[in-house]
């Protein structure tokens, strides 16, 4: 029992961690670089990786996305939806929208945007419940934040007969050693998982070469914005207080160890991203009825529900 509380606190700790890491960084790329998204960008091969360009990059990675639902897609289903803009895009392009976000400012910048037309479920996928059943379930990154398993499951009763299953994120690939870089559903046990499923292959699209990009702009920020600024601030923090600093570095060394290795060691750029994750547009179909879901998993979570 002890375990299972610690392994609880942990992943809240993470949840909450992430959240706010993710309210921050959108704040400040809309209020400093005209950024309306969370997403990766689409690069292409005319448009030059810089800062100022990432919002245009944004923007092919939305033009992209939605160049792939399917023919006759009426109804979706937006899980971890963000800031809400994608979600806005696809109503302005016709779509009737739902969406799903356990981010309580996103949901409710998302309910503002989208309005009375769609509903937004304030909670995870895991607990969402529904009695809708949607022509496309789709998860732009937000697939890895879920696990295979349960993502597939749910997806496939959340769809009609026939309905598509549309994932646009990167997974991580088998490597002989640790490569710096961590994050994303194992590509192994996502095509393990997918394969046991009553899901036909539509599409499989590697795009990694055109999001890898993405990642040498934030290498950018971290060297020249972030590191500068935090090394002021503990020359100014000793320089004030020096036996305090000395203490808190020295209890928080390894967390800060940590920070720095992924943060500040410049390993996060476009190449290592390359060498360790795969971003794929995978688009689904299903094909079985409710006998051929995959087994079901413990669920402990409580529901989150519109009537």
């Known amino acids: 029992m002890f375990t299972e509380s610690r392994v609880k606190r942990r992943k809240r ?12 960084g959108w704040i400040c790329g809309k209020y400093f670089f005209n950024m309306q998204h969370l997403h990766y960008g689409y690069w292409t091969a005319d448009l030059p990786v810089n800062l100022a360009n990432v919002h245009l990059a944004q923007a092919n990675y939305v033009k992209f996305l939605m160049s792939h639902i399917p023919e006759g897609v009426k109804t979706i289903l937006d899980v971890g939806c963000g800031t809400g803009q994608l979600a806005r895009e696809l109503k302005n392009a016709g779509y009737k929208v739902d969406c799903i976000s356990p981010n309580a400012m996103f949901a409710e910048r998302t309910r503002s ?11 995870t996928f895991e607990q969402f419940s529904t009695d809708k059943r949607y022509d496309l379930v789709m998860f732009a990154e937000s697939f890895q934040y879920i696990g295979a398993h349960n993502a597939i499951n749910k997806s496939f009763d959340l769809l009609r007969d026939g309905g598509h299953l ?5 997974f991580a690939m088998p490597l002989p050693e640790k490569a710096g870089m961590s994050g994303g559903e194992r590509w192994g046990r996502f095509t393990d998982v997918i394969a046991g499923s009553a899901f ?8 990694t070469e055109q999001m890898a990009p993405t990642l040498d702009v934030v290498n950018d920020i971290f060297k020249e914005a972030l590191l500068p600024t935090v090394t002021l601030a503990t020359r100014l923090a000793t320089d004030r207080h020096p036996w305090l600093t000395k203490l808190v570095t020295w209890i928080y060394r390894k967390r800060i160890a940590k920070i720095n290795a992924k943060y500040f060691s ?11 994750k795969s971003y794929r547009l995978l688009l689904y179909r299903k094909t079985g009825s409710a006998a051929d879901r995959l087994p079901a998993v413990d669920q402990s979570a409580s529901a989150c529900t519109v009537e």
């Open 200 to 207: 036909a292959s539509v599409e499989d699209i590697d795009v």
């Open 13 to 24: 700790k993470t949840a909450v961690s992430r959240d706010i890491g993710l309210e921050i």
């Open 266 to 276: 410049g390993k996060t750029t476009g190449q290592t991203f390359k060498k360790c």
């Open 166 to 170: 549309l994932i646009c994120d990167y």
């Open 113 to 123: 945007l989208l309005g009375p037309e769609s509903t937004i479920f304030e909670c």
